[in-house]
């Protein structure tokens, strides 16, 4: 048996990981035509909520789904989100949002949010 080292996943190299965890979940949304678009502030949130020096990446797919996936589909059955919609997320005061509106549907803060 050989011993493989491999080096320390960086943070710097979690938004490109961010980039592919989200690929997976926008495919999952085609047959609904169901687009999401993510902003920098995002893309920064997730990687940064979803990645432990220690682990490295191994939490970021639980972060998604908690906090993208879960509530996305809660959305949707609620009717809030319908086929062919496009979802923006974005992250404002450290709240990630669906639309200007916090994952929950309240408003983050109506002077800062604008509904796109």
């Known amino acids: 048996d050989e011993i493989i080292l491999f080096h320390r996943l ?29 902003n920098e502030a995002a893309r920064s949130w997730l990687a940064d909520k979803g990645y432990d020096p220690a682990y490295g990446a191994r939490p970021l797919k639980r972060v998604i789904q908690k906090n993208v996936q879960d509530p996305l589909a809660e959305e949707l059955l609620a009717g809030r989100i319908k ?5 923006k997320l974005d992250a404002v005061a450290g709240t ?5 509106l916090a994952v929950g549907g309240k408003p983050v803060n109506p002077k800062v949010v604008s509904l796109h």
């Open 83 to 87: 086929d062919g919609d496009t979802v």
């Open 96 to 100: 990630l949002t669906f639309n200007g």
């Open 10 to 38: 960086k943070r710097e190299h979690m938004g490109a990981i961010v980039d592919i965890q989200l690929g997976r979940l926008q495919k999952l949304l085609a047959d609904r035509k169901i687009t999401i678009e993510v």
